[in-house]
């Protein structure tokens, strides 16, 4: 990924970002949201625990439109069938926009599988799964999601698995007009995250921790106050306002994201909505006009 992480550097250095957040603690940008005692504080690293009784989970203090938000985690260790730990954005209401990264836990020695979902206006069942190329409960590995008005971009250690483009002149919604917020958390799912439901969750191995560090919110702050027409426009570039999500390089991936993405489908995906015909008789349009 050095192309790409020197063109996100080339950008931090080469202009005046307005509007912009940057953290790596977890107090300064997030709070937990529930079951408080499910939390453990050690230093930089957040451990988030689930057991019997609860999960947990926690939410980003502002809402966000555009930009890249990265947090490292380290997935549960050992026998994690029926848990999923989750990473995602999401606007409220009904009709909400969603990006999410879930982590599908199995029985020992099975990769993990991420599930990666978008929702448009309320309307999700766009799954794609995959196995990972490496042990994430080993070592801390970073989970990102960018997006700005062209598309949305779900990366891995900075390679892109998965691309949501903007294809709006194909008469398709994009979610470019609800500001976000940032959510993390862990629950067991056993009757369906692990080989559909067939592992249940063995709580003599509890508790599952997922452990984090590395918050990093590079995005447009939003306050409650401001209108959703509003926030867009306030976090567009015009004039001498300049964001680093709105340069031409950011609008598509360059070629050696382009190979890597293609690299990630071709030996790592295990599902795509797109070619499930059993759910999707005819093709979902999206899939149509947009196929890597």
């Known amino acids: 990924?050095?192309?790409?992480?020197?063109?996100?550097?080339?950008?931090?250095?080469?202009?005046?970002?307005?509007?912009?957040?940057?953290?790596?603690?977890?107090?300064?940008?997030?709070?937990?949201?529930?079951?408080?005692?499910?939390?453990?504080?050690?230093?930089?690293?957040?451990?988030?625990?689930?057991?019997?009784?609860?999960?947990?989970?926690?939410?980003?203090?502002?809402?966000?439109?555009?930009?890249?938000?990265?947090?490292?985690?380290?997935?549960?260790?050992?026998?994690?069938?029926?848990?999923?730990?989750?990473?995602?954005?999401?606007?409220?209401?009904?009709?909400?926009?969603?990006?999410?990264?879930?982590?599908?836990?199995?029985?020992?020695?099975?990769?993990?599988?991420?599930?990666?979902?978008?929702?448009?206006?309320?309307?999700?069942?766009?799954?794609?799964?995959?196995?990972?190329?490496?042990?994430?409960?080993?070592?801390?590995?970073?989970?990102?999601?960018?997006?700005?008005?062209?598309?949305?971009?779900?990366?891995?250690?900075?390679t892109p698995i998965r691309v949501h483009p903007n294809m709006e002149n194909k008469g398709l919604p994009f979610p470019k007009d609800q500001p976000?917020?940032?959510?993390?958390?862990?629950?067991?799912?056993d009757d369906w995250a692990t080989q559909g439901g067939r592992v249940k969750t063995d709580w003599s191995h509890a508790p599952f921790i997922a452990t984090y560090t590395g918050f990093n919110i590079d995005a447009c702050e939003v306050p409650v106050s401001v209108a959703a027409t509003e926030s867009a426009k306030n976090c567009s570039s015009s004039g001498v306002k300049r964001y680093w999500w709105d340069e031409p390089t950011m609008a598509e991936l360059n070629v050696h994201q382009s190979h890597q993405l293609k690299w990630v489908r071709a030996r790592h995906m295990v599902y795509d909505y797109c070619t499930d015909t059993a759910r999707f008789p005819v093709m979902p349009l999206e899939c149509v006009h947009h196929r890597h």
């Open 180 to 189: 976000m917020g940032v959510y993390s958390s862990i629950w067991n799912a």
């Open 1 to 158: 990924m050095a192309v790409s992480v020197s063109l996100f550097l080339g950008f931090f250095l080469g202009l005046v970002l307005v509007g912009l957040v940057s953290s790596a603690k977890f107090d300064q940008l997030f709070q937990p949201s529930w079951a408080n005692d499910h939390f453990v504080y050690e230093g930089e690293l957040l451990k988030l625990k689930l057991d019997s009784y609860s999960g947990a989970g926690f939410s980003s203090k502002s809402r966000y439109m555009f930009g890249k938000v990265t947090i490292q985690i380290k997935l549960v260790e050992g026998d994690s069938a029926g848990t999923v730990t989750a990473f995602y954005m999401s606007s409220d209401g009904p009709n909400h926009n969603e990006f999410d990264f879930e982590f599908l836990g199995n029985t020992t020695g099975e990769p993990y599988t991420i599930q990666t979902n978008i929702y448009v206006n309320g309307v999700g069942n766009r799954e794609q799964r995959l196995n990972l190329w490496f042990d994430p409960t080993k070592e801390f590995h970073s989970y990102s999601l960018f997006w700005n008005q062209r598309h949305v971009l779900f990366l891995v250690d900075d």
